[in-house]
């Protein structure tokens, strides 16, 4: 006779991965926001463990209709991520390498086409796959003086491997991210707003940075604004961005179509006719 086996599954409605090693991702939501911590001191470097709990959180994020902004931070107040874990690479065959290489790549891809607006938090230094990472959030802010960043990866003899190439020639330009990525070095988060890397920097200690980046995402989420225009308007730009001009109209005609018919359309409108403050619901 069979025996019916009991599938945990998330609030959500989706099946949990089992799970019976070190947690590396914590997950948790404060008001409309889901807040992603890489905890793996002390550098918060990544394994293809991290790289799997990241995927089932953002997954968890996607699903969870309550998340309206995506948080990305590190534990501690020195590293938001080093990158790869090295001792890890050093112990695994190039077979193994180029599926744990694969897998990043597909996990910052879902995080990249996710249609919610993510922030990665650099509570410190982001350098190697940690840059990589925060380039797949839509914006990049950071903790003044917290740290270093660049992608440094030519010193080992490899090249930035988890979208780094792609992503910063994007960001700043193939001339630059060219002489970024093969003179290896290291800058100030400073420089990095300057090269248009880094969207803006705050001041103040751990907590307060934490603080502050709380704050700024919450002004993306109901009542404030639209959640749905707010994660439209990100799969315009990102979709939008790789495809021919006509086709990216096209795609933002039926996005624009889709939120005509949403109610924060409806009282978006209202609210601009009768000189008062919208209260968006997300739907």
Do not use: W
Not at 5 to 29: A, C, L, Y
């Amino acid at each position: 006779m069979a025996t019916e086996v009991q599938v945990q599954q998330t609030p959500f409605g989706r099946e949990e991965r089992p799970f019976d090693g070190k947690r590396v991702i914590n997950h948790s939501v404060d008001g409309h926001v889901a807040i992603l911590e890489m905890c793996d001191p002390p550098a918060n470097t990544y394994t293809h463990e991290m790289m799997r709990q990241l995927d089932e959180a953002i997954l968890n994020a996607r699903f969870d209709d309550k998340v309206e902004v995506i948080v990305i931070t590190g534990a501690g107040e020195k590293f938001f991520s080093a990158g790869a874990n090295i001792a890890m690479l050093n112990s695994v065959t190039p077979e193994f390498k180029y599926y744990f290489c694969l897998h990043a790549n597909e996990t910052l891809i879902r995080l990249e086409q996710t249609p919610k607006l993510v922030i990665a938090a650099l509570n410190g230094h982001c350098v190697g796959g940690g840059l990589e990472i925060a380039m797949a959030c839509d914006l990049r802010i950071a903790r003044k003086d917290s740290g270093k960043i660049g992608l440094p990866e030519v010193a080992l003899g490899v090249l930035p491997g988890t979208g780094g190439t792609q992503r910063l020639a994007r960001l700043v330009g193939k001339a630059r991210a060219l002489e970024l990525m093969v003179s290896g070095r290291t800058f100030s988060f400073e420089q990095a707003q300057d090269y248009g890397m880094v969207t803006d920097i705050y001041e103040g200690d751990a907590a307060s940075f934490r603080e502050q980046i709380l704050d700024y995402a919450k002004q993306f989420t109901s009542p404030n604004k639209a959640p749905m225009a707010v994660g439209h308007i990100k799969r315009s730009v990102q979709t939008g961005a790789e495809i021919p001009l006509d086709t990216a109209l096209a795609l933002e005609r039926e996005l624009q179509s889709a939120l005509f018919k949403s109610q924060d359309a409806k009282e978006g409108l209202c609210a601009y006719n009768e000189k008062r403050r919208a209260k968006f619901i997300g739907k």
